[in-house]
């Protein structure tokens, strides 16, 4: 069984780009989970796709959007970079199920100059 | 809305010792609680969860956490702490119907285990 993967692992972009990170879900996983861990921060919750539609989304601005395709792997696009974007984004899967567990990928490490 | 607080940054103990993270939440809504661990440069593990059932919850690597409704804690211990135990320690909270998969985490518990 392969768990969650995610890419790329690092990432160096300048403040006003615009950046796409990437996440293969576990296999039989229908929902994604994107969080925004900043250093010595507990993750944030930034939004969930669930069968290819937005199912919740947290406190973060429209500049943070996101896909998920029919395979459920997913993406998270940010535009217009902030150096407050600097961060590691994880992304998690699982079913969509009242206390099921979320699986966790080791996540992207986006530097913001 | 559902909050969690996680008392101490930072749990220092020597091997063999007694851990204890605490972690308390809000909810208007019975909730579900978790708690996760991170090593360095690494995503998060599932230890435990608590989905109602009983109140005691035995986790991976000998940690367990009891849900204390009254008190409105879950808070995480090891009988005895290993050196491979030092991570960080996050405890979370989701409530269910729309918010279900939404996980509020505490600000984390750096857990350092000294020989």
């Known amino acids: 069984e392969t768990g969650v993967t995610q890419s790329p692992t690092h990432l160096i972009k300048t403040r006003g780009q615009q950046v796409t990170l990437r996440c293969s879900s576990q296999?039989?996983?229908?929902?994604v989970s994107w969080y925004q861990q900043a250093l010595g921060q507990g993750p944030q919750f930034i939004f969930q796709?669930?069968?290819?539609?937005?199912?919740g989304r947290g406190n973060f601005p429209p500049r943070f959007s996101g896909l998920q395709f029919p395979n459920y792997s997913s993406e998270l696009n940010v535009n217009a970079l902030e150096l407050d974007d600097s961060a590691l984004y994880l992304c998690?899967?699982?079913?969509?199920?009242?206390?099921?567990?979320?699986?966790f990928g080791p996540g992207t490490r986006l530097t913001v100059l | 809305a559902q909050s969690v607080t996680q008392l101490g940054s930072h749990v220092s103990v020597s091997e063999g010792a007694l851990v204890l993270l605490r972690c308390n939440y809000s909810?208007?809504?019975?909730?579900?609680l978790f708690w996760y661990v991170q090593y360095p440069n690494q995503g998060l593990q599932l230890l435990l969860k608590?989905?109602?059932?009983?109140?005691l919850v035995k986790g991976i690597n000998g940690f367990e956490a009891e849900f204390k409704k009254s008190e409105t804690s879950f808070h995480l211990t090891k009988p005895s702490a290993h050196m491979s135990d030092a991570a960080e320690y996050f405890c979370?909270?989701?409530?269910?119907?729309?918010?279900?998969?939404?996980?509020?985490f505490g600000q984390g518990t750096i857990l350092t285990v000294h020989p």
């Open positions: 296999s039989g996983h229908n929902t």
């Open positions: 608590y989905t109602s059932a009983a109140t």
């Open positions: 796709y669930y069968r290819e539609e937005e199912n």
């Open positions: 979370a909270v989701s409530e269910g119907g729309t918010s279900y998969g939404k996980l509020t």
């Open positions: 998690a899967s699982s079913l969509l199920l009242a206390g099921t567990e979320q699986f």
């Open positions: 909810s208007s809504v019975p909730p579900y």
